[in-house]
């Protein structure tokens, strides 16, 4: 008889304050991940209407979806579409999301994530060949969040200020990305911990109980299993301010089915807790990869 056995590593990717280390390290940056041509195995852009052509020197993707809207532009150096090189762009509703570069398979250089609407800024990351190295600027509802990365980790002092321009707190990171100081703040300039402003979500009963019920109700899928399809479905989602789960994405997944196993049970999830921004009850998203393994 085959055991199902399912790994949990939740990643937060939002509450970055509460974290010294690079937070999208859980999610590599290459293009290695899918034989050529790299989008055939992939859940969301197999769905998609792909147009390729060569834009000087780079092959570029542009996948367009059922209603013929643009969703994603993707530049390669290589005509088999294997390693990621040049503009990199993501669209949303018509919208711009986000722009960047890669180099050598990885993203290099600045890159721009944008609101809803496309019309603003929400993130400003610089890379170094897949690691944060250099300026960092995040928004949430006008208010800052501004530093440095230094290979991957925090460095020196980063700052949080409300939108009315007031100082939200002060953290200093020594040279290996340890915060060695923090000092916040209300918006009363009255000191207060760190936890009266910021705070992730959080699952009623803590993550033992989310794992207990994440594995009391995921049924791995017959053809997955009988094909011997192991591997981890990443997912993206967002715990809005009443607690509910939405907007569940697929960020990467050995296969369709595994995917949407893992996404009805993940939409299903109860008993969330919203998280907290500058004080603010706030929508916060999540990476959170599953694996599914075959033990006989």
């Known amino acids: 008889m085959k055991k199902i056995t399912l790994i949990l590593l939740l990643a937060i990717t939002k509450i970055s304050f509460a974290q010294n280390t690079d937070r999208n390290n859980s999610i590599q940056d290459t293009t290695l991940v899918y034989n050529s041509p790299m989008y055939t195995k992939d859940p969301v852009r197999s769905k998609w209407r792909p147009v390729i052509k060569r834009t000087g020197e ?10 013929d809207i ?3 532009v993707i530049s390669f150096e290589d005509r088999d579409l294997v390693v990621r090189k040049g503009p990199y762009s993501k669209l949303a509703k018509g919208k711009l999301k986000e722009k960047g570069n890669y180099d050598k398979g990885h993203k290099h250089g600045e890159w721009i994530t944008y609101t809803n609407d496309g019309e603003e800024q929400k993130k400003i990351e610089t890379y170094t060949y897949g690691k944060l190295d250099g300026k960092f600027i995040e928004y949430w509802l006008g208010n800052k969040e501004e530093g440095s990365y230094v290979n991957g980790k925090k460095s020196g002092i980063w700052k949080f200020t409300y939108k009315e ?3 939200a707190g002060e953290e200093s990171y020594d040279e290996i990305g340890k915060k060695i100081s923090g000092k916040y703040y209300d918006k009363n300039g009255v000191e207060v911990k760190y936890e009266d402003l910021f705070s992730p979500p959080t699952y009623k009963g803590g993550l033992k109980d989310f794992y207990r019920y994440l594995s009391s109700e995921i049924k791995y899928p017959s053809q997955s299993a009988k094909q011997g399809i192991q591997g981890t479905v990443i997912l993206s989602f967002s715990v809005k301010k009443n607690g509910d789960v939405e907007d569940v994405n697929i960020e990467r997944s050995p296969n369709n089915e ?3 196993e893992a996404m009805r049970v993940l939409e299903m999830s109860p008993d969330w807790m919203p998280g907290k921004m500058f004080g603010e009850v706030v929508n916060v998203r999540y990476n959170i ?3 599914f393994s ?3």
């Open 258 to 260: 595994l995917a949407i």
């Open 165 to 167: 321009g007031k100082i």
């Open 289 to 291: 990869p599953i694996k």
């Open 58 to 67: 780079f092959y570029q993707v542009s996948f367009y979806d059922r209603k």
């Open 70 to 72: 643009l969703q994603e």
């Open 294 to 296: 075959l033990n006989r």
